[in-house]
């Protein structure tokens, strides 16, 4: 008998070495791909997210400002708002925040958020009672019934201030039935920006000549010859002559930021709430220019959006 060789089929050391590397080399790539899909999925996530509660505050904030300065002609009797000496119905704060239960914007606050603004919108109610025919509602949907006397009015007011776990969220203020309260519209806010669109002309024709913020109204209303020998009669004299009363249109922007850190890019972006021209043009207007160099290392990776508008006031101020 012929002695037959052995067959063997096994791999050899070298060949499983070469073959768990490939596996890994392969599993590892399968990994990154995984990641990157499952961060950019995030991170488009974000994106929408940051899209809806956008557009949910800027509709709030317009449907408040159209409503600013409204008068209630079918009152039996001659409106509040007739009085010249009546208080403005347009009011704001540059760079500030406010108190939550004080009365209007009576409490200033240091600012929240790159100096976050004030916006104070004052307006008349319809029919009778507590809440009103429900026609007319604050911002945070309540009626507002028609005024019986200067303080009567109805208030949306919005501002910055941050909630109990640190992050900054733009509130409506109002008035309610049982006193003053304010609620949150949208949470993730690194600014929130308020221009005013005045009308300089003489005679005025309502159409806004100049876009500035709150402090540059102020300084105009503190350019104004004042007449009368006491104080009150002054404060009357300055109802009547302020420009917050020739107010005709409001533009305002917000920077909102995501919940997480979704973005793979490491770039620098510059947000400039209303363009670049503006913002160089007004480098003391705080807010309107945030870069992430600003903003806390564990947030810079966040998604981000600048949104805005510009709405014209249905009602004259004054």
Known sequence: MSA???????????EFAIALVLGLIVVLLASGLLLSAG??????SENIGLNDSGRHALDILARAIRQGAYIHWDSKVAPIELDDAAPA???????????????????????????????????SGSGEGGNGDGSSLNC??????????????????FYVAANGDGEAELRCKYRGASGWGADAIVRGVDSFQVLYGVDTDTPADNIPNAYVNASGIDA???ALVLSGATPDERLRDLRRKTFWKRVCSVKVALLLHGDSNTRADTVATRFDLFGPAYSA?????????????????AQR?????????TVALRNRGG
């Open 4 to 14: 037959r060789p052995c067959s063997t089929n096994g791999w050899t050391v070298i």
């Open 39 to 44: 961060s950019g999925y995030r991170n488009h």
């Open 89 to 123: 119905p347009v009011a704001g704060l540059d760079a500030r925040s406010i108190g939550r239960s004080s009365a209007d914007i009576s409490e200033v606050l240091p600012a929240v958020a790159h100096g976050s603004d004030v916006l104070a919108l004052r307006f």
């Open 140 to 157: 945070a949907g309540f009626g507002v019934a028609v005024p019986h006397d200067e303080d009567g009015r109805g208030w949306s007011i």
């Open 220 to 222: 105009m209303d503190a």
């Open 281 to 297: 043009a007004h480098g003391d207007d705080e807010g309107v220019r945030v870069t992430e160099a600003s903003l806390p290392s």
């Open 301 to 309: 990776a966040r998604a981000r959006r600048v949104v805005g508008m």
